[in-house]
RNA sequence: GGUCCUGUAGCUCAGUUGGACAGAGCAACAGCCUUCUAAGCUGUGGGUCCCAGGUUCGAAUCCUGGCAGGAUCACCA
């Protein structure tokens, strides 16, 4: 509607890019803003001139537009209030409102996330990992896409047999039953008690005048897991057994700790279905003339035309390496699914794995090369630094649930609330918060950046906290069920300017949304949430919702309350937050 | 050394396609619970947006060059 205000005024056609169109900022008066500098070209007018003339311009031609104000070159545009009534009494009332039907014909979009090592339980990096991916997978679904959560878990090679080879020789036929733990945890003690034995026999070997490489390599441990992974290639039924046996208990201590998560998957892979995956490819390459051999045998893919260096594809006895594998996995998906884009969930520490893939698959022939994602995201660290599993410094994930319930259930008894449910609701409550403030830490960064976390202190209950979301959701609940049997429909009162606003605020959730659907990127949701949530908490502050002067004004009051208390639910549900009806 | 990412208040982080005096929370200090939940609200203090150039009416944001931190460059996964 500007373009064609600034038409007639000024007889020239305009793109619609050169009008800028924002939110405006809060310490001035008006709803939109216009900047326009961009037009001075155009007008050969002051910024002044230019924006008085167009406001009154946009005046005339909308009914929408209660008032403008002229600030230096800015053109504040109020929108009148019963454009954000007729919103809140329509649109916003839908609990879909912000997400986007998912059709039959929709885009597909594949996710791979979480893919644990079946050696050791989760830790706070992995909790990263699978938060993201769950949450990225939710609104990518809300922004109208068919999706496919897959998991590809590392179930093999040196690293699992090291475990097995530990338990074998020092376990003793202990289980997770008889050891009292969860199976995850069992396996993961005997990959550090392999690493501690290890370590005892390189330094023996070192004090016997062999060099630390030497040693290394020649340590009879080591000698006995790489033994243990040929057995296992070569079908050893005692070794399958042994494995088979292991990883289960493994997985039945995952499946424990992605429940508590509250995470799923539609499909599982395991590596060691795919570990042999993509060597037919790779030849074809070969035959093609994208790849090439060297002497020993080995096939390597020349990179330096991107800029980067050789990669190895096949190794010199044919077997297939990480990245062989991955270009099968990638293969075998699309032809299963022929998704539209696929999104990968891992840590930037594979940036260049990524990289490589992509170009490797164009190199290969594969159009489908570039409908690839890398969802990378940084680090966790501590305040002491990064995590080491082997110097004990990791923070393991169900520690983590259990201390966050914990400080929930603390935090709540101090504040004396709640004393009057029963113990299983309780319960619930105190997980839910617990985890909410886990999940919004999380959640609240961009993912692409490093984090600090201290278990400690990092994770608060007050502020920008995933618990003071779910505490205003709550008082949301209590007003609503105080006001119940108040008539909403007749909600008409005169709407205040805070009221404006958070309506104002909720127009631009569907926004979000898709900002977000599209970066992959949850923490524009978290953040939304809490400007919104932030707002709304002022005004329940200083305005009284059930007492308020005329009984329409309660109605749209509570009308509102009712419809933000939904787009909180709904954002925090695409986080994959619960939120508690009390707390 | 090559490539990629990051650098904003004491700490943890936001900052929309370049826009108005750079924002929150935590921490510190001062107030507010007989009234819909005080896990809340109000106020005060706190900044060379790493540095230097450039583009622009306008730069935390874009470009170039530095500096600092992280990741990565295996016949590991």
Redesign the pocket.
């Known amino acids: 509607m500007a373009t064609e205000a600034i038409g007639e005024i000024w007889n020239s056609t305009v793109r619609e890019?050169m009008v800028?169109v924002?939110?405006?900022?809060r310490?001035?008066e008006?709803d939109f803003?216009i900047?326009v500098?961009?037009l001075l070209r155009i007008t050969k007018q002051s910024p002044e001139q230019t924006a008085e003339v167009l406001g009154r311009k946009l005046e005339e031609m909308s009914g929408l537009i209660a008032g403008t104000n002229v600030?230096?070159?800015?053109l504040?545009i109020s929108v009148s209030h019963q454009y954000w009534k007729d919103l809140l009494a329509g649109d916003l009332r839908d609990p879909l409102y912000g997400r986007s039907p998912v059709t039959e014909d929709a885009p597909q979009v594949m996710i791979e996330f979480s893919s644990p090592?079946t050696n050791k339980p989760l830790h706070l990096g992995h909790i990263r990992n699978n938060l993201l991916g769950h949450s990225v997978s939710k609104i990518v679904e809300a922004a109208g896409n068919r999706v496919h959560k897959v998991n590809l878990v590392?179930d093999r090679?040196?690293h699992i047999c090291k475990s097995m080879l530990a338990w074998k020789e020092q376990g003793n036929g202990e289980t997770p039953e008889s050891a009292g733990l969860k199976g995850d945890h069992l396996v993961g003690r005997y990959y550090v008690q392999f690493d501690t034995t290890y370590k005892a026999q390189v330094k023996e070997l070192v004090g016997q005048g062999m060099s630390k490489e030497e040693a290394e390599a020649e340590a009879p441990l080591l000698k006995s897991a790489r033994e243990m992974l040929r057995s296992w290639e070569a079908d050893d039924p005692v070794v399958r057994r042994l494995w088979e046996m292991m990883n289960g208990w493994v997985y039945a201590g995952f499946d424990e700790t992605y429940k508590r998560l509250g995470i799923s998957f539609h499909k599982t892979y395991y590596?060691s279905d795919t570990?042999k995956l993509g060597r037919t490819i790779v030849l074809e390459g070969l035959e093609k003339g994208v790849l090439y051999t060297?002497e020993?045998g080995?096939v390597w893919a020349d990179l330096e035309a991107e800029?980067l260096?050789h990669k190895?594809l096949l190794?010199?006895?044919g077997t297939s390496?990480?990245m062989t594998q991955d270009v099968g996995t990638a293969h075998q998906r699309y032809e299963e699914y022929r998704f539209d884009s696929h999104i990968y969930v891992v840590g930037?520490?594979?940036?260049?794995?990524f990289q490589v893939l992509s170009i490797v698959l164009k190199k290969l022939g594969f159009p489908w090369a570039e409908r690839l994602y890398h969802l990378s995201y940084?680090?966790v660290e501590l305040p002491e630094g990064?995590m080491k599993s082997r110097e004990g410094t990791v923070v393991d994930a169900d520690d983590l649930m259990d201390e966050m319930e914990a400080t929930?259930r603390q935090?709540?008894e101090e504040?004396g609330?709640l004393e009057e449910y029963g113990e299983e609701e309780k319960q619930r409550?105190y997980r839910q918060?617990g985890m909410g403030a886990l999940k919004y830490f999380i959640l609240?960064?961009?993912p692409?950046?490093?984090?600090?976390f201290d278990p400690r202190?990092?994770v608060?209950?007050?502020?920008?906290?995933g618990?003071?979301i779910q505490?205003t959701y709550?008082?949301i609940?209590?007003?609503l069920r105080?006001g119940a049997d108040i008539d909403k429909s007749v909600a008409s009162g005169d709407l205040e300017e805070k009221e404006a606003s958070l309506i104002r605020m909720m127009y631009e959730y569907p926004e979000t949304v898709r900002e977000a659907a599209g970066t992959y990127n949850p923490?524009?949701i978290a953040?939304f949430l809490?400007e919104l949530t932030?707002e709304f908490?002022?005004f329940?502050?200083?305005?009284?919702?059930?007492?308020a002067d005329k009984p329409e004004q309660v109605s749209m009051r509570l009308l509102l309350a009712e419809v933000i208390g939904q787009v909180i639910e709904s954002g925090m549900d695409l986080l994959g937050i619960e939120v508690p009806k009390?707390?």
């Open positions: 890019e800028q924002q939110k405006t900022r310490d001035f008006g803003t900047v500098f961009p600030i230096k070159g800015f504040n090592n590392n090679g040196i590596e570990y060297r020993d080995s800029g260096d190895l190794r010199s006895d390496v990480y930037n520490e594979q940036n260049y794995h940084g680090m990064k929930a935090m709540s504040l609330k409550i918060v609240k960064v961009d692409k950046k490093n984090m600090t202190e990092s608060d209950f007050n502020g920008n906290t618990p003071f505490y709550a008082r609940r209590s007003v105080k923490s524009l953040n809490y932030k908490n002022q329940y502050h200083d305005h009284s919702i059930l007492s009390r707390m």
